[in-house]
């Protein structure tokens, strides 16, 4: 009997940032080169195949089971980026609607219609939107403590930080209003608790 020994794993999390977005932007069959004083020390190979127009993750050589392809005309297919337990996908899908499937990346068609990302690189964003063409890619921030879910931003890391609220691009005409009314609910809030404002959308009709 022989025992095949499972390669070691190490989650991208604990990578540097710069890294994971070069991990992130190989395509199939692509490698990214390790070195250490300018010798090579080691190989990291992409392991996405693009498969009859879906992106799919490898599988193990024992859990290489053939699946029929699953049809998604009917719905919009929105692929995550981001690491979500499946209970959040659901959560999310079910949020969203019967018209809507939320699928990993790594399980979703390469004609996904949305593709959800962390704020990241614009390599990342790049190597991403090479792998679903078709996709509207949305850079998004999540937290839901109910779900344990914390994907912050820039803009969170700067709130958190000590500032008290970002506004949106938008035109001086439209960073008036937006400013204006953020200082209203500053000077609201005032009298009572000091509690941080939040990030502030566009006025509606702009």
């Known amino acids: 009997m022989v025992i095949r020994k499972r390669a070691p794993r ?3 999390g604990r990578l540097p940032g710069d890294v994971v977005a070069l991990i992130d932007a190989l395509e199939p069959g692509e490698n990214l080169i390790l070195t250490r004083d300018g010798a090579s020390i080691a190989t990291i190979s992409s392991t996405i195949d693009v498969v009859r127009g879906a992106v799919v993750e490898r ?9 029929p392809p699953i049809d998604y005309e009917s719905v919009t297919v929105v692929a995550t ?3 979500l337990s499946a209970a959040a996908r659901v959560a999310l899908s079910t949020q969203l609607g019967a018209d809507y499937v939320v699928l990993d990346m790594h399980a979703a068609p390469a004609t996904a219609d949305v593709l959800l990302v962390p704020a990241g690189s614009p390599q990342l964003i790049a190597g991403l939107r090479s792998m679903f063409p078709e ?4 850079v998004t921030e999540i ?3 109910e779900l344990g879910v914390q994907y912050h931003g820039p803009v969170r890391r700067l709130l958190d930080a000590g500032a008290d609220a970002y506004l949106p691009p938008a035109s001086l005409r439209v960073l008036a209003r937006q400013l204006d009314h953020t200082l209203s ?4 809030l005032a009298g009572g608790a000091t509690e941080p404002l939040q990030i502030e959308s566009a006025p509606a009709g702009d």
């Open 185 to 188: 609910q500053g000077r609201e």
């Open 59 to 67: 599988a193990e050589p024992d859990e290489a089971d053939e699946q």
């Open 81 to 83: 980026a981001m690491e």
């Open 143 to 145: 937290e839901d403590d």
């Open 10 to 12: 190490v989650d991208v």
């Open 135 to 138: 996709a509207r890619v949305v």
